[in-house]
Nanobody, 129 residues
Framework: QERLVESGGGLVQTGGSLRLSCSAS?????????????WGWFRQAPGKKREVVAG????????YYADSVKGRFTISRDNAKTTVYLQMNSLKPEDTAVYYC?????????????????GGRGTQVTVSS
């Protein structure tokens, strides 16, 4: 059974940085190389819909970033460690949300919530002004 666990959230001041990690276990990373998947991060702020903030393919060659985080967030992966990261710099109060990592339904970079097949339980990020 696949399982995703996010970590690295916390409280940070405006302009600060955090690096989120997502550890995965289960079928995705133990199958043969052909059974690969794209991954991403999405977030949900209080009273708002979930928003995809970043995504990348298994190879890491194709990435996606929401306009609101371009130039500030970087998604990466370490396949050997079965971990996906989200480096968040120049954080703003509007970045405050629960952040989730997710596995895409296909090999394509996830860009919308419907592109995800599996998500973790999330980690809280709070940016104070």
């Amino acid at each position: 059974q696949e399982r995703l666990v996010e970590s690295g959230g916390g409280l940070v001041q405006t302009g600060g940085s955090l690096r989120l990690s997502c550890s995965a276990s289960g079928r995705t990373f133990t199958m043969a190389a052909m059974d690969t998947a794209a991954w991403g991060w999405f977030r949900q702020a209080p009273g708002k819909k979930r928003e995809v903030v970043a995504g990348l393919t298994w190879s890491g060659m194709d990435t996606y970033y929401a306009d609101s985080v371009k130039g500030r967030f970087t998604i990466s992966r370490d396949n050997a460690k079965t971990t996906v990261y989200l480096q968040m710099n120049s954080l703003k109060p509007e970045d405050t949300a629960v952040y989730y990592c997710g596995r895409a339904r296909s090999l394509a970079t996830p860009k919308s919530m419907s592109d995800f097949a599996l998500g973790g339980r999330g980690t809280q990020v709070t940016v104070s002004s």
